[in-house]
Antibody, heavy 121, light 110 residues
């Protein structure tokens, strides 16, 4: 059974940093692109970042470019999101999602339950 | 990367059909056949119900169908059931391996 599970969320002050992790099981992690999608309170889904299966290429939404870094460790079946210079509008539930193939095409077949990040003083 | 436009809410009675629109631009929906739809119940993980405009993943009811015309994609739910009450989001490839979601539609079963 395919499973992805996020962790690492919490309360952080504006300007601070946080690192999210996503553990994956039930599929050959190293052969699939992965992504992060977030949902702010009362708002819709927003694509944040994607990474190819081999970690060769990363992609970011304009809203997080230069502040967030996506990475993966295929030996540990783990996806990460390093979030720096956090702002109040980064407050959201962050979801980890598995894409269809080696490169991201925005076809998110499996999602985790999400982890809440709150940016507040 | 502006969000695709969806109606805020759509409602229907059990057994009826409803259609949710998703309007983008020539830079996303209008150019690429990489439109997907997601069903999201509160406090649950979103679920993929349509991909590549009109394909259904294994296990998804055939009551869900998708289509596209010019810059607008559509999701139709036929034979509406109580369990269909949820939020629905479209998503489109927007070039250079970036993606854009729709604003979301709350479906209410009357």
């Amino acid at each position: 059974e395919v499973q992805v599970m996020e962790s690492g969320g919490g309360l952080v002050q504006p300007g601070g940093s946080l690192r999210l992790s996503c553990g994956a099981s039930g599929f050959t992690f190293s052969t699939y692109a992965m992504s992060w999608v977030r949902q702010a309170p009362g708002k819709g889904l927003e694509w944040v970042s994607s990474i190819t299966s081999s970690s060769g290429t990363t992609y970011y939404a304009d809203s997080v470019k230069g502040r967030f870094t996506i990475s993966r460790d295929n030996s540990k079946n783990t996806l990460s999101l390093q979030m720096n210079s956090l702002r109040a509008d980064d407050t959201a539930v962050y979801y980890c999602a598995k894409d269809r193939g080696f490169v991201p095409v925005g076809e998110f077949h499996y999602w985790g339950q999400g982890t809440l990040v709150t940016v507040s003083s | 990367q502006s969000a695709l436009t969806q109606p805020a809410s759509v409602s229907g009675s059990p057994g009826q059909s409803i259609t949710i629109s998703c309007t983008g631009t020539g830079s996303d929906v209008g150019t690429y056949n990489l439109v997907s739809w997601y069903q999201h119940h509160p406090d649950k993980a979103p679920k993929l119900i349509i991909y590549d405009v009109s394909k259904r993943p294994s296990g998804v009811s055939d009551r869900f169908s998708g289509s596209k015309s010019d810059n607008t994609a559509s999701l139709t739910i036929s034979g509406l059931q109580a369990e269909d009450e949820a939020d629905y989001y479209c998503c489109s490839y927007a070039g250079s391996s970036t993606f854009v979601f729709g604003t979301g539609t709350k479906v209410t079963v009357l």
